[in-house]
């Protein structure tokens, strides 16, 4: 097994799906055990990082996932199963899927579309609809749109 540390934007930027098999539990995480608790992590880093943009800043540990490459046929989107931390990438997911809409009401193109790549794959990546998507979850307990919460786009 191979173990690469990496950062939500690495995790997110390139082209590809995080499958997650029937097998793992659906989308269970709350308000007071796990957002609140991620969030404020991510907050407490922001704010450190604004208060001294160009300071050495030490990267902080988000917490592990367990990914396994899936075999694919040269030139289709490339797919990894989720073998753990669907929770929280689903969480992130969301997450960065709400700023980039929320970018987008208050009209800031600009940052929204930076963050475009992180939330969903390029058109010309994808060969059917469900591409789109970066976080692909079971089809256990979500939402009548096929999602565990939050927008789909």
């Known amino acids: 097994m191979e173990t690469q540390v990496r950062t939500p934007q690495m995790v997110f930027m390139q082209p590809q799906r995080f499958v997650v098999p029937l097998f793992q539990r659906p989308y269970v995480w709350n308000e007071e055990n796990q957002w609140e608790p991620l969030w404020n992590d991510v907050a407490r880093i922001a704010e450190r990082v604004l208060k001294q943009p160009t300071g050495k800043h030490h990267p902080h540990f988000l917490g592990a996932v367990v990914l396994q490459q899936m075999q694919k046929q040269t030139g289709q989107m490339q797919e990894r199963t989720v073998i753990d931390g669907q929770q929280r990438l689903t969480t992130l997911q969301l997450l960065l899927d709400a700023l980039h809409a929320e970018l987008m009401v208050v009209q800031a193109l600009q940052p929204a579309l930076r963050l475009?790549?992180?939330?969903?794959?390029?058109?010309?990546?994808?060969?059917?609809?469900?591409?789109?998507f970066k976080v692909w979850p079971t089809n256990r307990g979500l939402n009548r749109s096929g999602f565990a919460g939050g927008s789909n786009s």
């Open 116 to 132: 475009e790549p992180l939330v969903k794959n390029a058109e010309p990546f994808c060969s059917k609809h469900e591409d789109r």
